[in-house]
């Protein structure tokens, strides 16, 4: 067999290795999404409530919090969301809501996050919320 014929199979099969190891590696468990189901992590991804508060975390990065607790009044809370599951935290970004809220940037540990429960800490480690998927 040619030696120039050998090197050129032998340069094909290293490159084919290297792209195949290279291509299979996974992420690192950052999600802007908020979504990672590999290694076994749950998923923040859902609609959570909290008594009379819904928030839904969207697969898109969306936000959206209803709040029922005044009788007569409906409060809203639209925006977008980052999850770092490494770190265990939630950052949400509120855009100005006409007559409600002005915008806000908030971030959250995320003290529990199970399929059933989420548990939502301000920084300074007060309770910001006890939430069940529904």
Known sequence: ?????????????????????????????????????????????????????????????????????????????TGTYFYNSNQSLLSVNVVAVEGQNSAYQQTYIVETLTESTLVLLYLDGDVEGYYTRK
């Open 1 to 77: 067999m040619n030696k120039k014929y050998l090197w050129y199979i032998l340069t094909f099969i290293m490159v084919s290795i290297f792209t195949i190891g290279v291509s299979s590696c996974g992420g690192d468990g950052d999600n802007e999404e908020g979504y990672n189901g590999e290694n076994g992590k749950v998923s923040i991804v859902g609609r959570w409530v909290d008594g009379s508060t819904t928030m839904t975390l969207g697969k898109d990065g969306s936000y959206n919090l209803t709040n029922t607790s005044i009788p007569g009044i409906t409060q809203y809370r």
